[in-house]
């Protein structure tokens, strides 16, 4: 965490990678908080409001003077650095879309399976999204460090732009008709994973150019979100052959 108001201002100035920043209710008018606020907005950085007394636990009574910027763990990249990764590999893209993951702790299991499975690299969303926390690199086991991590505003417009550039894009829903062992994965492609409960929206559901389904023999219908990743991720290393 960064605290106080000039230190965060400074990170939004130098570009540092932050997932969101936290201010205090009732601040008043300031001018810095002002300037914080704008600059946050124009890198398209979450701001949230909270007591001060959340603020006061969080930085141990320290003086945060109702300002706290939570640093994310790695650098995130573009959307079209995870395609270049994958052309200068000399390999087919595999590209992994993370629609709305909010608990960290999938997050950092995702990361992890993806590092394993050779993806290069993980697509979330700025908002009402986990970014990349401490929970997540330690979760991941390190594997924050080797998987790229792109942010982006709206993932149906990623979505798109990926379609453009003849990445296939793939659909991970529970209603579909297409079992994922019945999908050819060895096409460039990007795997859309809805959040936690929630599944794909519609607009994705939409956008995507094929659903498919994990079959569910069981009492329960569903699988954790990063579970469901890592057994659509490993048919896709075992159709290539990686």
Known sequence: MIEGRHPVLECLKAGKPLNKILIARRIGRHD??????????????????????????????????????????????????????????????????LEGI???????AIIRTADAAGAHGIVIPKFRAAGLTAVVSKVSAGAVAHVPVARVSNMNDCIKKLKEQRVW???????????????????PLALVVGGEGKGLSRMAKENCEMLVKIPMKGHINSLNASVAAAVVMYEVVRQRGN
């Open 32 to 97: 810095i908080i002002s300037q914080i606020v704008q600059l946050a907005k124009q890198k398209s950085i979450r701001v949230e409001y909270a007591e001060r007394s959340i603020l006061q636990k969080l930085c141990g009574g320290r003086n945060h003077q109702g300002v706290i910027a939570f640093i994310a763990e790695a650098e995130y990249v573009e959307v079209d650095d995870l395609l270049a990764i994958a052309h200068a590999k000399g390999e087919v893209p595999f590209i992994i879309l």
């Open 169 to 187: 894009v793939m659909g991970l829903d529970g209603e579909a008709t297409i079992e994922f062992t019945k999908a050819d994965f060895k096409l």
């Open 102 to 108: 909010e608990d960290p702790h999938n997050l950092g």
